[in-house]
């Protein structure tokens, strides 16, 4: 493959093996689409946290700041820092310690060893399912992982800031709004 090729040519030329497969007979009751969407699903790495994304009740931009917040992408302090920005790395909430997600989201006021590996393993368990239990940790976790987020970045760039438990109640609000009538009796019976 030529070094000086862009990006976008040196990915059409990997898939060549895959275009190779399929110049083979179609296999009975197969259609061609179907054989290369087979074969490029492949590739792709499934990921052990997609229960959290599909079937979720919650609102379409807390779903993607949880799918950022999943991945570590979030702009976080720590991640700014490592860019070379200059600011205050420390947390806009307890002003002691790096900000990280796992200090933002995991870590904060917990007693004992927990790290993210585990949280997420505890998080895709639990919302695993059908269930109205599993629908329930999906959108309140999802909403909840917003609102602090979006706590955090009012604190940061609007010097405004709310307590615990108008945040909390936002939370709550917006699930039970969003929930399906089964799931919000459910939710109904938590007081806030």
Not at 42 to 69: D, G, S
Not at 115 to 140: C, D, E, P
Not at 160 to 176: D, G, L, P, Q, Y
Request: proline residues 5%.
């Amino acid at each position: 493959m030529p070094k000086q090729a862009s990006w976008m040519l040196r990915k059409i030329l990997a898939t060549q093996p895959t275009w190779n497969e399929l110049q083979q007979p179609l296999k009975a009751g197969k259609s061609i689409v179907r054989q290369i969407y087979l074969q490029l699903l492949e590739y792709n790495v499934r990921v052990p946290w997609k229960c959290m994304m599909f079937r979720n009740a919650a609102r379409p931009k807390a779903i993607f700041t949880l799918w950022l917040h999943i991945q570590d992408r979030l702009l976080t302090k720590e991640r700014l820092v490592a860019w070379d920005m200059d600011i205050e790395p420390k947390c806009i909430f307890c002003d002691a310690l790096l900000e990280t997600r796992d200090h933002l989201f995991v870590l904060k006021d917990h007693p004992g060893p927990v790290n993210w590996n585990t949280h997420l393993q505890w998080l895709i368990k639990s919302s695993k399912g059908n269930s109205q239990a599993a629908q329930v940790v999906k959108m309140v976790y999802t909403e909840g992982v917003h609102a602090i987020w979006i706590e955090r970045n009012q604190r940061q760039f609007e010097q405004m800031s709310r307590s615990v438990e108008v945040v909390a109640k936002e939370v709550a609000v917006t699930c039970n709004i969003r929930a399906l009538p089964g799931i919000q009796q459910l939710l109904r019976q938590y007081i806030f």
